[in-house]
DNA sequence: ACCTGAACACCGTTCAAGT
DNA sequence: ACCTGAACACCGTTCAAGT
């Protein structure tokens, strides 16, 4: 028998990409780096430049890797896709869409990380434009023009994706006595901030969910958004 | 007289904070760096650390600085805040919602590298506090209820602030013959994509703003959104 | 073709030392 | 109280050298 070496797999670009997820996952987007991911693979760091250009390619990468997580999500959902049997009133194209919309958001929810890395991409990933082409064609389906859609595309923006920049971030945690009070005491300089705080606590005042329940929320605003967009189709809106 | 040195400007946080804005403005958040601010100020990067606290202290404090020229942007519009002279149908909210926030979008558009960061951030600035704080005034001025309001402010995220994450970009640039030829080869990867672009070009062919007009498309997501917020007001829109 | 060691030019940050 | 020089532990990346 001659002298063997572990018969270690090869690297490639794929496998760079999900070792890059799996870092991401288990550690934060902080945690990756060309060195921490060599690691992750058994090898040096500089012999992923071989496979991948350099880190910013890496970042295209991950972002391939999770949208084409979602195209995969939304192509599971078992509604028709070319609306030959939908009712007349075109109503079933906002489930459709809906539906699609919520599989991707999970897809995030198990990537916390990935929704700040779409942010910083230049490029649209392939698998993005497949899945806006996806939700293109049911609209389409549901009786909207080109012109409409198209609105409708940039009126979602990243909520088409499943995610939104939260700016707006209530104290985590539940509602409790001391956080009621620490509100309360802001009164003086953020008055209709506070009072609305304490009202909405106030009404669900055994919410384990905390001050702000993401899922309705996001919801909520799908919803506000897609119902407005039935309207101007139903109305027969035309480009002005 | 005496030997004497140039009579420096003392350091301080503010002027850190001034400097750090200059920085990214001139040479984009990639240039900001504790050395180059350093620099910018006049003095070393290890003193910069008398004044804040890290790095992450000085993306805070830039931060504040955007916010509070939103806030002051928004102080500036000419709308009745306290809703005493509204009209009876409550539209006036509407119109107030939406100028305060044209105008802070109007700081973000001077601010590129602003909306990346305002992302980034984990605590909610007192300055962006102040600035929602207004928005609800106003939206209880015209008559919505706390518990709608919250939903509003959820709805409206980051747009509520004048930005949008656009994960949904059609190429830069003009609409030419070469660029258009460029989508037509893409039709059978993203037939309704390819589809709803060549027919939005063509019916806007000399358009000199290129695929889309992002101010146009700012403002009818927010329109649509306003719109139906006031339409579930109008319709005493109750929790369930 | 694929991988690596040594090295370069950067980072943010600490700490002891200066005035 | 305010500022600094030297140093540390990291980065991403280049390049010549190995198999």
Redesign the interface.
């Known amino acids: 028998m001659p002298a063997q070496t572990e018969p270690r797999i090869p690297l490639s670009r794929d496998r760079v990409l999900l070792a890059a997820v799996k870092i991401a996952d288990d550690h934060g987007i902080g945690a990756l780096t060309m060195r921490r991911l060599a690691e992750e693979v058994g090898a040096e760091a500089m012999s992923l430049y071989y496979h991948v250009a350099k880190k910013d390619d890496v970042l295209d990468g991950v972002t391939e890797v999770i949208a084409t997580e979602i195209v995969d999500a939304a192509g599971r959902i078992a509604v028709p896709a070319d609306g030959s049997d939908w009712k007349a009133d075109g109503s079933d194209w906002k489930k459709a869409v809906r539906e699609r919309i919520l599989a991707a958001r999970g897809v995030f929810l198990q990537h916390k990380w990935a929704a ?1 890395v ?3 991409r230049t490029t ?1 990933s ?1 698998a ?3 899945y ?3 939700l ?2 049911l609209m ?1 389906a549901g009786g909207f023009s ?2 409409l ?3 409708a ?9 499943g ?7 209530p104290p985590d945690g539940p509602v409790t006595e001391e956080s009621l009070a620490a509100i309360a005491q802001m009164a003086d ?5 506070t ?3 304490s ?2 606590a106030h ?1 669900d005042p055994e919410s384990t969910l905390g001050w ?1 329940d993401d899922q309705s ?2 919801e ?2 799908l919803d ?2 897609l ?3 039935d309207r ?1 189709r139903a109305e027969g809106w035309q ?1 002005h």
Chains 1, 2 share one sequence.
């Not at 300089?189 to 901030?193: E, F, N, Q, S």
């Open positions: 700040g779409f942010g910083t649209t392939p993005v434009l497949r806006y082409d996806g293109i064609g389409r080109h012109d859609t198209h609105h595309m940039h009126a979602l923006g990243s909520r088409a994706l995610f939104t920049q939260e700016l707006f971030t300089v953020y008055p209709h901030l009072g609305m705080l009202e909405v009404d702000c929320e996001f909520f605003g506000l958004i119902d407005g967009l101007l480009a």
